[in-house]
């Protein structure tokens, strides 16, 4: 970019005045998602029964955000700074072991 505007989301912060924001708030710097925590949009809150839950690992990939984690083929708790709550992933369980806690 040629106007010495910030090219990436490490240099734009919430305190950026408008000037200094990319022409559309285009994001040209790699690897910037996990950055933005964009949990704060969610108006609803998918929780997990973990009695009922049987690893099943159908909710995994259902998510948009990615925001439900996994280690040792395990499911962990939700990536709460990511998920927006959409709900796909209590969709997906089989076994009703996701549920949404509205907030409105």
């Known amino acids: 970019m040629a106007n010495n505007k910030p090219t990436d989301i490490s240099k734009i912060t919430e305190k950026s005045p408008w000037q200094e924001l990319t022409l559309g708030n285009q994001i040209y710097g790699p ?8 949990g704060e949009w969610r108006t609803s809150t998918p929780k997990i029964d973990w009695e009922k839950c049987r690893q099943c ?32 992933c209590v969709k997906a369980c089989p076994f009703g ?4 806690e509205h907030h409105i």
């Open 31 to 38: 690897a910037t998602s996990k950055l933005f925590n964009t």
């Open 97 to 100: 072991a996701l549920v949404m």
């Open 57 to 88: 690992l159908l909710c995994v990939p259902v998510c948009p955000d990615s925001s439900i984690p996994v280690k040792d083929s395990k499911r962990l708790d939700f990536d709460y700074d990511h998920c927006k709550g959409c709900g796909i």
